[in-house]
């Protein structure tokens, strides 16, 4: 089936409305500088109109869009010609979700958020993905189906950012 | 208070409005309009190089020279004839009834093939003519009054320097769109 031109401009136009927002968290995710993460947001959405043109239901349109978005995600992250301030670290080696910043005054969910950007910009690709799916509440179903990480690797990852996170909100809740 | 990472996160940005449609397409064009561009610098190189080597047909002392700098003028005549055959720039809107995925996918394989075999339609026309003008300002009658031996090794290694950057250069990007292939042939790979 050939998907004309209209259909895939107004396929693209309704997710870019219904995901725009998570498009911006994920390139927050995957980007740090506003300048490039503008130019992410941008080859984001250009993907995403152009893979309505083969869309067919192929798997679940949100898992579709955030395949597609990540797909992008990581190869900007991947071929970045920055140098990183710090190595990129897995799931299994970051020391805790809230790093060694003082948190002390930092309460309430924006400062949360803040805290889970900073980890995220130090996870490896696969984790990195696998948290930020995680975040926007893709069930771990989902999250194999966006990474092409098999149930096994994906449930070893949700269970140890689940620990992660529980760990951050003691430390916090301790703090304040 | 407890806080829940998902909510915090999924509330840490404004809902933000995307980008036009129009954006959105220019941005989707990126890359004809890039491949455009390179061939529009590289024809407009060509004129350039027909213009200083068809001077030199005229000014250059010995005939080896002469006869060489025809041979370039040919050569970048051919390269050029090359350049539009094996990497023109295609619109999109060229794809018709195609799935745009697989267009791309196509223009890339198509570019990566050009800039891999860069070497026989956009390097090796030009040697015989360069070599011929570089041996020719060896043998020319004036060579006793012109440049010294180590320079025209010097011009030969410069010559061939430049010519194996090119080649270099033309390898890197042919294997960044390989990556861009790739990726391509990972979404695609269960569509059955």
Redesign the interface.
């Known amino acids: 089936m050939t998907v004309s031109r209209t259909q895939q401009d107004a396929r693209y136009l309704a997710t870019a409305r219904e995901h725009g927002a998570m498009i911006e968290r994920l390139a927050r995710g995957y980007e740090a500088d506003v300048e490039l993460r503008r130019d992410l947001v941008q080859d984001i959405h250009a993907a995403l109109w152009r893979s309505f043109a083969i869309y067919e239901g192929q798997c679940a349109e949100r898992s579709w869009v955030h395949r597609i978005a990540h797909n992008v995600g990581v190869t900007h992250m991947m071929t970045a010609r920055r140098r990183r301030k710090l190595p990129l670290v897995g799931l299994d080696e970051i020391d805790g979700l809230l790093g060694n910043g003082d948190i002390e005054g930092e309460v309430g969910e924006r400062a949360l958020a803040e805290r889970l950007l900073g980890a995220i910009h130090r996870l490896k690709p696969a984790d990195r993905q696998v948290m930020l799916l995680y975040l926007e509440d893709l069930t771990a179903a989902e999250i194999g189906e966006v990474t092409g990480l098999s149930p096994g690797a994906v449930a070893v990852r949700v269970h140890r950012l689940k620990a992660l996170l529980a760990e951050a909100h003691t430390a916090e809740e301790k703090c304040t | 208070m407890?806080?829940?990472?998902?909510?915090?996160?999924?509330?840490?940005?404004?809902?933000?409005?995307?980008?036009s449609?129009a954006?959105?397409?220019a941005?989707?064009d990126?890359f004809y309009r890039r491949v455009r561009r390179r061939n529009l610098i590289e024809y407009v190189a060509c004129v350039f190089v027909v213009l200083a080597f068809g001077r030199y047909v005229f000014t250059l002392p010995h005939l080896l020279q002469k006869a060489g700098s025809v041979w370039v003028v040919l050569a970048t005549f051919y390269a050029a004839w090359q350049l539009h055959r094996r990497g023109s720039a295609v619109s999109p809107e060229a794809a018709g009834?195609t799935?745009?995925?697989?267009f791309?996918r196509a223009q890339l394989v198509r570019q990566r093939d050009a800039l891999t075999s860069i070497f026989w339609w956009y390097i090796l026309p030009f040697v015989p003519g360069l070599a011929m003008i570089l041996f020719g300002n060896g043998s020319a009658p004036a060579a006793a009054n012109g440049p010294p031996i180590w320079g025209r090794w010097l011009a030969l290694a410069i010559v061939t320097g430049v010519l194996a950057g090119v080649w270099w250069l033309n390898q890197l990007g042919a294997r960044r769109l390989e990556?861009r292939i790739i990726?391509i042939d990972?979404?695609?790979a269960?569509?059955g």
């Open positions: 407890t806080l829940d990472p998902k909510r915090a996160w999924q509330g840490s940005l404004p809902t933000a409005e995307p980008p449609l954006q959105v397409r941005a989707a990126k009834p799935p745009l995925y697989a791309v990556r990726e990972a979404l695609t269960d569509e």
